[in-house]
């Protein structure tokens, strides 16, 4: 199975070994990351909770619009030198993970030592900490909105019979991530799947999602409460796991079915407000209720709300379950709503791109 990862096993032919060996690799992944986790919180049952709200995380993440077309811009320009870049969405994904993995382990330990060693700023540690988290996650959902408005005006243009223009849609959405804005331009480097690796550790600097930040809050909050650090490392390892699964079989798909309708114009305006408002959800609901439970412990406040939204803050894994039922129940209304209004029988004006 180590010829996956032989940056000279690129060839024009279809790479069905190749495939095999991939996904033999990526679901004995998954399966031993979740045996890890039951070991790991069988005495504490409310922390799958948490362990499933950290592999959706992954999950979610792999399908940002940065990933999408990171592997997507290095996937089309390898294929047109005559490869079969099967491996650029897992290589990218393990580039990314290894940030997420570094970041987590120095996070945790930091919760620890600061607990352990100056218990009495643990508190303020708690306040600055929870507000920070806040903060950055109200900022993501407000910087989505705004693109998420963008995409909307441009779906409406089309629908209406406008031209599209897919470059103009392709600089709105790279506003979505900093490093994504910056790194972009080394796509034209990359020459093998295998150079994904460095470029997805790059674009995990950047650490401008939801998904990410609630993955670290994830570690620093159970840190903070005693939780062992290898049994920590399991919510950054279901991380990658869900990640490198989708960013894998994105890329795998791109190859074997390239110029399918996915790429369609309406289908990929669709699939972008569809994936723009459901960060916007997350972030707005994880930070929302980190803030709300900030303000409630430090102004001491009490009644129904306050108390579910203390509830919520002390028992995350109850969240995980929230949102792993508000990516579903999103995914569901988008499709209902896309079939039943027969976006796919639009016909798009294609036009040429205004976009500097």
Known sequence: MS???LPNSESASAPKGKILGMYAFLISLN?????W?????HAYPVLIGTAFLAYSFGLRHAVDA???AAIDNVTRKLMQQGQRP???GLFFSLGHSTIVFALS???ALTSVAIKERFSSFEAIGGVIGTSISAFFLLAIAAANTIILVSVYRTFRIVKAGGAYEEMDLDLILSKRGFFGRIFRHL???IEKSWQMYLLGFLFGLGFDTATEVGLLGISATEASKGLPIWSIMVFPALFTAGMALVDSTDSILMVQAYGWAFVKPVRKLYYNMTITFVSVVVAVLIGGIEALGLIGDQFKLQGVLWDAV???NDNFGVLGFIIIGVFVVSWIISILIYRLNRYDEIEVNVGPSTAA
């Open 187 to 189: 796509f034209r480097l």
């Open 105 to 107: 382990i120095v996070i």
């Open 310 to 312: 203390n509830a919520l």
């Open 66 to 68: 940065d990933h999408i």
């Open 3 to 5: 010829s996956i990862f």
């Open 31 to 35: 399966i031993g990351v979740w045996i």
């Open 37 to 41: 986790a039951l070991v790991a919180f």
């Open 86 to 88: 099967v491996g650029v």
